[in-house]
């Protein structure tokens, strides 16, 4: 079974920095998608970042970037120029095609001190 | 913002009594997916759908049932609500269709068994 590991149940960054959430995924598979969704004390779940594993670049969304080591398994996401709005609960989530459904890690609590 | 609702919003039951929560989409996505929020676990699927009447069961379905009788509602119902179901429970919906995996959520539904 597909596994998705965030080993930083909470982080903390100060304003203005930079921090980076770590996920890292378990599979057989070599062609599926990564996720990185945010929730905020509104519960909402909101998409954050997606990468497709056959692509090499990493995607990028504004301040969101990731780091998506495929060899390793490693889907990491970076913050840049941290916001007071960016604290939330963060998660990862792996997903193959077909009809299987989003397996997710268990969140990475980020705060950011102003 | 993908239109996803979730009604009741917010429930207390009483141990033995049966529930049933509603996901209604006006998005006309083919999948349909019913999640539990618990501290410490992330986000764990109960059931899932990948039709009208299509539907399988995911990671932590026991006790749990769902009927999906028509492309925008998804049911879960609990035969016998009992105090390990108190959690937040999260619809979301997917197209899938030209590479398109992303998953959109509802506002989530607050359940207390008491």
């Known amino acids: 079974a597909q596994t998705v590991t965030q080993s930083q149940p909470e982080m903390s960054v100060q304003e203005a920095e930079t921090v980076t959430l770590s996920c890292t995924y378990d599979?057989?598979?070599?062609?599926?998608?990564l996720f990185w969704y945010k929730q905020p004390p509104s519960r909402q779940m909101i998409l954050v970042i997606r990468?497709?594993?056959?692509?090499?670049q990493n995607a990028t969304e504004n301040r969101f970037s990731v780091n998506f080591q495929k060899a390793a398994k490693s889907f990491s996401l970076k913050i840049s120029d941290s916001q007071l709005g960016d604290a939330a609960m963060y998660f990862c989530?792996?997903?193959?095609?077909?009809?299987?459904?989003?397996?997710f890690g268990k969140g990475t609590r980020l705060s950011v001190i102003a | 913002d993908a239109g996803i609702t979730q009604s009741p919003r917010h429930k207390v039951t009483e141990t033995g009594t049966p529930v049933t929560l509603r996901c209604h989409q006006t998005?006309?996505?083919?999948?349909m997916y019913w999640y539990r929020q618990d501290p410490g676990h992330g986000l764990r699927l109960i059931h899932y759908?990948?039709?009208?009447?299509?539907?399988d069961k995911g990671e932590v379905s026991d006790g749990y049932s769902v009927s999906r009788s028509k492309t925008e509602d998804f049911l879960l119902t609990l035969e016998s609500a009992t105090s390990s179901q108190t959690s937040v429970y999260f619809c979301?919906?997917?197209?899938?269709?030209?590479?398109?995996?992303?998953?959109?959520f509802g506002p989530g539904t607050r359940l207390t068994v008491t």
């Open positions: 979301a919906i997917s197209d899938r269709t030209s590479g398109n995996y992303e998953q959109y």
């Open positions: 599979t057989s598979e070599s062609d599926y998608y």
């Open positions: 990468q497709e594993a056959y692509k090499q």
């Open positions: 989530a792996y997903l193959v095609g077909g009809n299987t459904p989003l397996v």
């Open positions: 998005e006309n996505h083919r999948y």
């Open positions: 759908s990948y039709g009208v009447k299509d539907t």
